[in-house]
């Protein structure tokens, strides 16, 4: 049913000789350890699906959305869809339309050899990585395409206040990505908390024919949430980086175990990464569906913050379910 891994070789060779958007910066040769399809065309992928799911009858597909750069958070929505699915197909795209005039679209890490032989291992079916051109024609980043606009209230605040269009861009992307792909299920990290809730409202609200399935952070062993923005930290940012989910844990202990009011407990909260030199953007306590701002105890809730440590802007979140 698969090909074999030559296919991807090949196919990865070509791309480098044509990136155009510095979208591949490694040149190691590459072992793959199973056999694993890479498609960088909307054509190629229909045709490999067409061969391997089509006429397979009625299996699951699952869809692992991703930017690349590929670490263990990555890898448990892998694992959840290995076990959900039938075929698992991983899309890597650094989408352009996400990412605002002065943020770090060119220096995204790019590791595509990497996250192929990372996916290979994980048994991993298909690779979908198009092109800017491929996924958008002429259109990426002007406003000569479709924007899907998600509900104002999910997308004004938190991220969205910092990130303006941000939101936009994830849901035009996911939409595109479901059309092509056509999963049954696509896996998402609770570490994007928002954005989460973003891609749920765009499945049930355009009646696309899949389930969102939500998948647990995976941290460090000192409790930072991984993140392939975490390689941009130095030494020093990379030690002090914890005190974020130390904080959201605090903030939770104090509003659910001591009863300090909940206005009071994330002031106390943004003081404390402050004083250690972050620049917090928000620090906020949600209801965990609608992301409304909370000043009472209310569950399930949703801690949630931004917070730049130098240049780089990291994000984590707490639920409380019960
Ligand atoms: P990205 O490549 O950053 O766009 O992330 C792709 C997917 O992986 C998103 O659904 C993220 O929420 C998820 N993800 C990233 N980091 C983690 C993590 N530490 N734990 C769980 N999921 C994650």
């Not at 090909?3 to 040149?27: F, H, P, Q, Y």
């Not at 000569?144 to 969205?160: D, Q, S, Y």
């Not at 959201?248 to 990464?273: C, D, M, S, T, Y």
Request: charge should be neutral.
């Amino acid at each position: 049913m698969r090909k074999t891994s030559n296919s991807a070789l090949s196919a990865m060779s070509e791309r480098k000789k044509t990136a155009g958007t510095g979208a591949i910066n490694e040149d190691e040769p590459l072992e793959l350890a199973s056999n694993i399809e890479l498609t960088q065309s909307l054509t190629a992928f229909r045709e490999w699906r067409r061969r391997a799911v089509d006429k397979a009858g009625a299996v699951k597909v699952g869809l692992v959305p991703t930017m690349g750069a590929l670490h263990a958070g990555h890898m448990s929505l892998i694992e959840q869809a290995k076990k959900d699915c039938d075929i698992v197909v991983v899309s890597i795209f650094v989408n352009p339309l996400q990412f605002g005039p002065n943020e770090d679209y060119t220096r995204y890490p790019r590791t595509l050899s990497t996250d192929m032989k990372m996916l290979s291992d994980a048994g991993v079916h298909c690779v979908f990585n198009p092109s800017v051109e491929e996924l958008y024609g002429q259109g990426a980043g002007t406003d000569a395409t479709t924007v899907v606009v998600p509900p104002r209230f999910l997308i004004e605040r938190l991220c969205g206040e910092f990130r303006p269009g941000h939101f936009e861009g994830v849901a035009t992307v996911v939409c595109k990505l479901c059309n092509v792909v056509r999963p049954d299920y696509a896996y998402f990290g609770e570490k994007d908390y928002q954005q989460l809730q973003v891609v749920q409202r765009l499945v049930s609200d355009l009646n696309l024919n899949l389930e969102i399935r939500p998948v647990p952070i995976v941290r460090e062993h000192d409790g930072l949430a991984l993140s392939s923005r975490n390689a941009y930290l130095s030494k020093e940012e990379r030690a002090k980086a914890p005190l974020i989910y130390q904080t959201l844990l605090q903030v939770k202990k104090h509003i659910f175990a001591e009863n300090v009011p909940v206005e009071q407990a994330l002031a106390e909260g943004r003081k404390r990464l402050g004083a250690e030199g972050f620049e917090v953007q928000y620090l906020q306590a949600c209801d965990a569906e609608t992301l409304a701002f909370l000043d009472t105890r209310k569950i399930p809730m949703v801690i949630l913050t931004a917070a730049k440590l130098g240049a780089v802007r990291l994000i984590d979140n707490i639920i409380i379910r019960d």
